[in-house]
């Protein structure tokens, strides 16, 4: 059973950094794609940042500049460096992965159960 667990949340004074991990486990053939989305309190989940298999990334303004994402393939893992967060940096910050589970015939896509990250003083 496939799964993405997400850390490395938690409370930071405004201008200080956090980064977060998401580590994709269980029967994996190959992983494409990976992202970071949030979600803040009363808003839609939007799209932070994604990178593919070679390690091209895209960033949305929302991570434009601040952040960065970056994975590691032998560890099935993605990260996500925050740095100079602001206040409206809170959210809950969701891992996602285009990947193919062993025997499968087809990718699916995975979603983590999120981590908080509240940026206040």
């Known amino acids: 059973q496939v799964q993405l667990v997400e850390s490395g949340g938690g409370l930071v004074q405004p201008g200080g950094s956090l980064r977060l991990a998401c580590v994709a486990s269980g029967s994996i053939w190959s992983i494409n794609a990976m992202a970071w989305y949030r979600q803040a309190p009363g808003e839609e989940r939007e799209l932070v940042a994604t990178?593919?298999?070679?390690?091209?990334?895209h960033y949305t303004d929302s991570g434009k500049g601040r952040f960065t994402i970056s994975r590691d393939n032998a560890r099935n893992t993605v990260y996500l460096q925050m740095n100079n967060l602001k206040p409206e940096d809170t959210a809950v910050y969701y891992c996602n992965a285009d990947l193919i589970p062993a025997g499968a015939p087809n990718g699916m896509t995975y979603w983590g159960k999120g981590t908080l990250v509240t940026v206040s003083s």
């Open positions: 990178i593919s298999s070679d390690g091209s990334t």
